[in-house]
């Protein structure tokens, strides 16, 4: 059991920045991957970002790839999504997900592969 709880949401107008932040609860030995999604209102789940507490690597969706940052600081249990050049698409409740079980040799780019998930945060970014 992960709890994990996103803060950081709001409006913004076209072009600003916002940053996330996803603090999980932490569990002894574990040291989860972590990833960002997004759902847009009728449209599916989708990944966006991903990053590996043990090797450091991070990966994005081509739609955000240049225009957002993860990054994590593990001695607050914290991850985080650095949002720059909003878009009016870039609206979305935001995820934030822990993945523990899944396979060390994925990358972690679908939800599927995730374990635990947070309540979601909007984003809204206006034109």
């Known amino acids: 059991q992960l709890q994990l709880v996103e803060s950081g949401g709001g409006l913004v107008q076209a072009g600003g920045s916002l940053s996330l932040s996803c603090v999980h609860s932490?569990?002894?030995?574990?040291?989860?991957?972590m990833g960002w999604f997004r759902q847009a209102p009728g449209k599916e789940r989708e990944f966006v970002a991903t990053?590996?507490?043990?090797?450091?690597?991070?990966y994005y969706a081509d739609s955000v790839k240049g225009r957002f940052g993860i990054s994590r600081d593990d001695a607050k249990n914290t991850v985080y999504l650095q949002m720059n050049s909003l878009r009016p698409d870039d609206t979305a409740i935001y995820y934030c997900?822990?993945?523990?079980?899944?396979?060390?040799?994925?990358?972690?780019?679908?939800?599927?592969?995730?374990?635990?998930w947070g309540q979601g945060i909007q984003v809204t970014v206006s034109s």
């Open positions: 997900a822990a993945r523990v079980y899944g396979s060390s040799s994925s990358k972690g780019l679908s939800a599927n592969e995730y374990d635990y």
């Open positions: 932490g569990r002894p030995g574990i040291k989860p991957g």
């Open positions: 990053i590996t507490w043990s090797g450091d690597n991070t």
